[in-house]
């Protein structure tokens, strides 16, 4: 399999426009939640429908929450995607970094196993997937970093991811109450930090990434023990 890192030398879309001059797709593939402490990793892989370029695909995270759920709308109408999701149980045993690739795989195997064009090339956000042990090995996988701000294919990748995360982590804020997941997405902010802290930490906290959190709780208890002797 031809793997290839790119720099950022080339227009934006080029990629999906020298497929479709040669009556070909790309497919374009993005995770969301790499940095969170709970919740799963969410990646998609999506491909645009050839010629079809909307101005309101860019990176995800740069979009208000109108902007992405709008953009979205459009991509559930004209694309192909899928999703691929890991718990946290995956990222403690594997690593995030691991975790990202088996993620990616999936998202590209679930989408590439409907009966839609095979395409002739696949688009990674950063990521240098490894194709070899599935049935697209032979199909070019170029990766590059800001993908999404040089592919609408990896833009459109990351706002389904996005979309899909946030909906999976305001249902757990329906289970989990107190934590306001809802509010941070799983994300390492003070709140939920100190939410950790003050309930201790749920079944879907990524324990690998709590190490600072969980010794200061330690911390904290060592040192009320020490106050009340």
């Known amino acids: 399999m031809n793997r290839s890192k ?17 009556q070909s797709v790309v497919v374009g593939i993005d995770e969301v939640g790499r940095g969170c402490l709970a919740g799963p ?4 892989a999506a491909i645009l429908p050839p010629g079809k370029i909307n101005r309101l695909l ?19 109408m004209n694309c192909a995607y899928q999703t691929g999701i890991v ?18 795989k999936k998202a590209l195997v679930n989408l590439l196993s409907q009966p839609i064009q095979r395409p ?13 042990d599935t049935d697209f090995a032979d199909i070019p996988v170029y990766y590059f970093n800001k ?27 329906t289970l989990f109450p107190g934590y306001k997941l809802g509010q941070h997405k799983g994300y390492s902010t003070q709140c939920h930090t100190d939410c950790i802290k003050e309930q201790r930490h749920t079944i879907i906290h990524r324990i690998s990434f709590l190490g600072a959190t969980l010794t200061s709780m330690e911390n904290d208890e060592t040192n009320e023990q020490q106050s009340l002797c």
Not at 6 to 22: D, I, R, Y
Not at 41 to 44: F, R
Not at 88 to 104: E, G, K, P, V
């Open 87 to 104: 718990h946290n149980r995956i990222i403690d045993q594997h690593n995030i970094y691991q975790a990202t690739l088996i993620a990616m």
């Open 147 to 173: 993908g999404e701000q040089k592919s609408s294919s990896i833009a459109a990748a990351s706002i389904v991811a996005k979309v899909t995360r946030d909906t999976l982590m305001e249902k757990y804020d």
């Open 58 to 76: 860019k990176d995800s995270k740069l979009m208000d929450l109108e902007e992405r759920l709008r953009a979205f709308e459009w991509i559930k």
């Open 41 to 44: 990793l969410v990646t998609a």
């Open 120 to 132: 002739s090339a696949i688009l990674v956000d950063a990521m240098p997937l490894k194709l070899n």
């Open 6 to 22: 790119l720099t950022l030398n080339f227009n934006k879309n080029h990629f999906e426009k020298a497929a479709w001059e040669a």
